[in-house]
């Protein structure tokens, strides 16, 4: 077989695998839910920001749609990356995986399928979380600036950056129980440890002799600069806070380094389930 009709044919076999979880994902009640709870929680907080406005006669800040778009899509990406680790891992476990790769499925179209099928979904909830926003500006008559465009494009690379970790975690792992464990360990500790960095940096230390405080602000703070290097939730921050400094430079460097993560983590991911193979 050439490597000409080998790539096609990998690409066809992509293809249907995309289509099927696709289908899967989208016929499923769970994402439903999820794009409505989501939604909820940026609507809440964009109803404390106008209160808050109102009562105080402040002029609504250039961010105001920022951060509640963040946490909404921070949930969006968290949820569709943790399908991809369940729905890999439980087709090995049940041995479904084995079956596809007697046909013509091989480790390169299987990834692709599976995280393809994944983008796209969450591309399309990306465009729902627009026009619900676009509705709520209108309502609040608050009009969406053009920095919120900005960090849309944004979220599309640091999403696509976070599910390719899940496909990542999911074709390495043995188990769904195992899969599941290590990849919500993951997410776990790394919002944590963000939050926990930022609250403790605004306690100040009594004394730099032999202060926990102190030393925890210091050991966080070196765990915090690794993750502003490898984690997606600091590119997103990162890079909305400086786009919305006008610091283009950055913001372009984030998108940059989401993309070259992304595209590792999947060849990664194919590289994995080759060396793992299909079997439980």
């Not at 209160?51 to 749609?65: A, R, T, W």
Request: glycine share 6%; proline share 3%.
């Amino acid at each position: 077989m050439s490597d000409t009709s080998k790539i096609y044919k990998q690409i066809q076999t992509a293809i249907t695998i995309h289509k099927r979880d696709f289908r899967i994902t989208v016929f499923g009640p769970i994402i439903y839910i999820m794009s409505t709870i989501s939604i909820t929680i940026g609507i809440v907080i964009i109803r404390n920001y106008l209160s808050y406005i109102e009562s105080n006669g402040l002029y609504p800040m250039p961010d105001l749609f920022s951060f509640p778009y963040r946490w909404v899509i921070i949930l969006t990406g968290v949820y569709l990356a943790f399908s991809a680790v369940v729905a890999i891992a439980r087709e090995r476990e049940s041995g479904a995986m084995e079956l596809l790769f007697y046909g013509p499925v091989d480790n390169v179209s299987y990834v692709i399928g599976k995280y393809s099928a994944q983008l796209t979904v969450y591309c399309l909830l990306i465009i729902l979380y627009l026009i619900c926003f676009f509705i709520i500006s209108n309502i609040a008559g608050v009009q969406i600036p053009a920095s919120f465009f900005m960090m849309m494009l944004l979220s599309l690379f640091t999403g696509a950056y976070l599910i390719s970790v899940g496909v990542f975690v999911s074709t390495i792992s043995k188990s769904v129980r195992s899969a599941t464990l290590v990849f919500l360990t993951l997410i776990a500790s790394t919002l944590l440890i963000q939050a926990s960095q930022a609250w403790l940096s605004n306690i100040a230390p009594e004394s730099d002799y032999y202060n926990p405080v102190l030393l925890l602000q210091q050991l966080l703070g070196w765990v915090q600069v690794v993750l502003t290097w490898l984690s997606p939730f600091s590119y997103l921050n990162y890079g909305v806070n400086e786009m919305l400094r006008g610091n283009m430079v950055a913001f372009l460097r984030v998108v940059g380094l989401s993309f070259v993560f992304c595209m590792t983590f999947i060849v990664s991911s194919i590289i994995g389930l080759k060396i793992r193979g299909v079997r439980q």
